[in-house]
């Protein structure tokens, strides 16, 4: 018997019993889908959420104060300080940043939001083009000129149109500024994305808008250091905190009264945080799969019982030990292969269904399809093999007089 | 050609040792019609399965068509079985699910005979025994007398120097069991092929050309049977009235 007549025939016996190979059917199916889906789904999570590090900018420390520390601040001095190449030759640029809420009107349009004082170097550092307008420059910034720039979404919830905004005048709290520019839509959710956000000079938000905080005038809230390449991200740190001590006046008993983050590093281990729940899930899918695999062997070997009749009068005319082996492997593979197909397919749908209604889009690895087809069939032939051994080993005399 | 010597086959029933076959010799030439008779329990199935290489004797020595058989494996029993014997089951035991076509193809296919072939040569057997036109009945949609020609067709279509048939009447009507006989007879003058009836019925026996009679394992007698209407050489059966124009009506009502 060849593999192709094996095939017709298990074709054959498999179609006797339609809903019961279907039911054998999907506990694989359910595996294979759910694997295929989740990994598909985390290999998205995760590019998205390296995209997403990466829109923020590349080689990029942050400092902030430590907040432990009763008096502890960064000035304007120290991003002075930072941005100097003798003092820290790692760091291309340094900027400093105000960040808060507050209330933002046109007309009787109000918008509870995000304020950023931004020095005018922050929109290339993260990546921010314009779509209509332009940002604001360092004479603006200097000279206290009240402009701002909006993000995408903002200038479309209070102008309804972003093209309408320029020239026109917002409020933030009780200070009027002029729009010069309209940032991209930059996407995602949250306030990660700055679509929502209205950025202002860094001088005019430091005297102007958050005048109230009780650090001073020159401080700001967080230090955005450009390092020349990821290589150097450590070398480029312990620089830093020298600087930023030495600024700071802290003796040496003294701790650091700020904290360095790497941009970097956050990045890879939220990575690995999707990676590790990615192979959870994975894991969960295997586990249903592997349920499948003993269904599989389970109605097989019902199977080969209420067949033993037929296996003794095929053994009887002729058929080898092998032959019967075959068979019934080639059954059980049948099953589990187009079960298989079948899950696969499922799980690719789910999984671009799911990347079509959220944030990030689903990526179908070709490695994920292949290990989960490569896996339905390992299954077929592990779960098959010893229901096939037991039949190929009945006894023709015995399997001829079974009732 | 069957040799059997001193083939004894013992079953273990619990505590006591059942004695199956108790020393059989048997010689059964090329071309001969027998019938093995007994009650049920005498070990004539226990004999069929011997003969027909579905289980081996605990000793004794089986020769068939000169080679020794009674110490073979399990697989090349089944090749054994596959070149000589052809089987007949009281049950018929085909595939239900497959046309009679496919049914009788199916030994030929563990043979590895190819495609076209397998088809011809099936459909010229199932031609033999008067179901040309049915090929691609289902078992299901066939009568008892003609699911059994399916039967027998499947058995012939390699060729077998032996028939072997177990109480192939048991399960049909007088009338068609007296058809099927007839067919056997048939096959047994046009192909020479060597026909082993197992039956307890006499009736059936009497069609044979020999006679052996089994009781508890042995051989208690082995007798030739003459038939006035039939000649012993296998030349084509000149007087059988009564039963020809059975087969001409069947065939004319298909």
Known sequence: ?403 | MIELKNIIKTYQMGDSTVHALDGIDLKIEDGEYVAIVGPSGSGKSTLMNVLGCLDVPTSGEYRLNGQLVSKLSDDQLARARSRNIGFVFQQFNLLTRSSALRNVELPLRYQGVSGRDRAARAKAALESVGLGPRVNHKPTELSGGQQQRVAIARALVTQPSILLADEPTGALDSKTGVEILALFEKLHETTGVTVIVVTHDSNVASHANRIVRIGDGKITSDTPVFHEHRSQNGTAPSAMPEKQPVMAQEAKAK
Do not use: C
């Not at chain 1, 018997?1 to 019993?17: D, G, K, Y």
């Not at chain 1, 997403?52 to 008096?71: E, P, V, W, Y």
């Open chain 1, 1 to 403: 018997m060849n593999i192709f007549e094996t095939f017709r025939t298990a074709v054959e016996s498999l179609n006797a019993n339609k809903l019961r190979t279907l039911l054998t059917m999907l506990g694989v199916i359910i595996g294979v889908a759910s694997v295929v889906a989740l990994l598909s789904i985390g290999a998205g999570v995760s590019s998205n959420i390296t995209s997403r590090i990466n829109g923020m900018g590349t080689n990029m420390l942050s400092i902030n104060t430590d907040n432990r520390q009763a008096n502890a601040r960064l000035t304007n001095a120290d991003v002075r300080a930072l941005d100097d190449p003798l003092r820290v030759p790692d760091v291309t640029s340094a900027i400093g940043e105000v960040r808060g809420n507050a209330k933002v009107m046109v007309g009787t349009n109000l918008r509870n939001t995000t304020v950023q004082g931004e020095m005018p170097g922050f929109f290339a550092m993260r990546n921010i083009n314009m779509d209509t307008g332009s940002i604001y420059t360092d004479d603006d910034n200097t000279q206290r000129r009240r402009v701002a720039v909006l993000g995408y979404s903002l200038a479309q919830t209070l102008f309804n149109n972003s093209a309408l905004a320029l020239g026109q005048t917002v409020m933030v709290d009780t200070t009027p500024f002029q729009v010069v520019g309209v940032a991209e839509q930059k996407g995602g959710f949250g306030p990660q994305s700055g679509d929502d956000t209205i950025y202002v000079p860094l001088n005019v938000a430091q005297e102007k808008l958050f005048v109230r905080r009780n650090t001073g005038l020159d401080s700001v809230s967080t230090i955005y250091a450009q390092i020349r390449s990821a290589d150097v991200a450590s070398s480029a740190t312990q620089d830093i905190s020298r600087t930023l001590r030495s600024a700071h006046n802290l003796l040496p008993t003294q701790a650091d009264d700020f904290r360095v983050f790497n941009q970097a590093e956050l990045a890879s281990t939220l990575d690995s945080v999707a990676a590790t729940l990615t192979e959870f899930l994975g894991a969960i899918g295997a586990i249903s799969l592997l349920v499948g695999g003993i269904g599989i062997m389970n109605i097989m070997l019902v199977s080969v019982t209420e067949r033993t009749r037929e296996i003794g009068v095929r053994k009887a005319i002729g058929a080898a030990r092998g032959a019967i082996l075959l068979q019934f492997l080639i059954e059980s593979l049948t099953v589990s292969a187009s079960a298989g197909v079948i899950g696969l397919l499922l799980g690719m749908g789910i999984s671009l269904f799911i990347g079509s209604q959220g944030s990030f889009k689903s990526i179908i690895e070709p490695q994920t399809v292949a290990i989960a087809f490569g896996f339905s069939v390992l299954i077929g032939v592990v779960f098959g093999l010893y229901p096939a051994w037991r039949a190929s080993r009945l006894q023709p005399v015995e399997a001829l007089r079974y009732e």
